[in-house]
């Protein structure tokens, strides 16, 4: 039994005014494949020229619970059928070719691709696995889409393919969403104070403090002179800072500090400050 369909984003990339066709596949594993592909990035609306062997449970069972956009796919004899009512055609292909045809890269033909489906139906096609398109096919396409790939090994399996075209849909669907770059989806988390971080960015009088306490520990372990001190404070701090320290781990480090003064039998710091007090609950495990 093939897996049941998951439960599909209430928000469609495009709905049904982008379709992707496939041409005569030859393993119906890989339109499974594809259907998880699209599912992935949004898309629902698959097309089928001619496949060797549909439906089956091969082409389920790769659907990895993208049994719907299987179910609902239209099967039809010739390319010319997919494509009658689209406004737009687009073939890949990664041959040159005797007359040159319109040729665009994967972001543009996600954006003209977008312009064109406010009008109607566009159609993205994609050949055989392999030989992909015939010439004949892809003079039926008004853009043909090469995706630069490493020309010394430049096939892609066919739903690889699939995937970068919806992949590409996808992010000019989203940066086309109100908000556009701000979007939580598009938005980079990679440091304290970007939104989505679970611990506050560390204050500067913490950070202070954390490098006064390396400092002493570094001189009861007898690694660190105040008197030659070379350049060790200055490349350790650039260190520490360029890694945007958070409040947590401040107090972690802190606490590994207190624990490398305890071993080595050394008194610490004097008083203590709050950042201090933090620290010392690290040694009790409260992280």
Not at 134 to 157: A, F, G, M, T, V
Not at 218 to 238: A, K, S, T, W
């Amino acid at each position: 039994m093939h897996k049941p369909a998951l439960p599909q984003d209430e928000t469609d990339t495009f709905g049904d005014q982008i379709r992707i066709v496939l041409v005569e596949t030859s393993h119906s594993g890989n339109i499974g494949a594809v259907a998880r592909a699209m599912k992935n990035m949004g898309l629902g609306n698959l097309w089928l020229v001619n496949p060797s062997s549909f439906p089956d449970e091969a082409s389920y069972a790769r659907s990895a619970g993208a049994s719907d956009v299987l179910d609902k796919a239209t099967v039809v004899a010739s390319l010319d059928e997919a494509i009658a009512d689209c406004v737009v055609v687009m073939g890949t292909s990664a041959r040159g070719r005797k007359v040159p045809w319109p040729v665009i890269p994967p972001p543009d033909a996600a954006e003209k691709a977008s312009e064109a489906a406010a009008g109607g139906s566009v159609a993205m096609v994609f050949g055989r696995e392999n030989h992909g398109l015939s010439n004949d096919e892809l003079q039926r396409c008004h853009y043909h889409i090469h995706i630069p790939s490493n020309p010394d090994y430049s096939s892609l399996n066919l739903a690889m393919a699939v995937q970068v075209m919806c992949y590409e849909l996808r992010m000019h669907h989203l940066r086309g969403l109100e908000g556009g770059e701000e979007s939580p989806y598009l938005k980079p988390m990679t440091k304290p104070g970007d939104e989505g971080w679970d611990v506050p960015p560390a204050p500067v009088s913490d950070v202070e403090g954390f490098f006064g306490h390396l400092e002493q520990v570094l001189v009861d372990v007898n690694f660190h002179r105040r008197e030659n001190p070379r350049q060790l404070m200055i490349r350790l701090r650039r260190l520490f800072q360029r890694a945007r320290l958070d409040q947590m781990e401040i107090n972690i480090l802190r606490g590994v500090l207190t624990a490398v003064q305890k071993a080595v039998g050394a008194t610490g710091m004097g008083s203590k400050s709050e950042a201090d007090k933090k620290a010392a609950k690290q040694e009790d495990g409260h992280v």
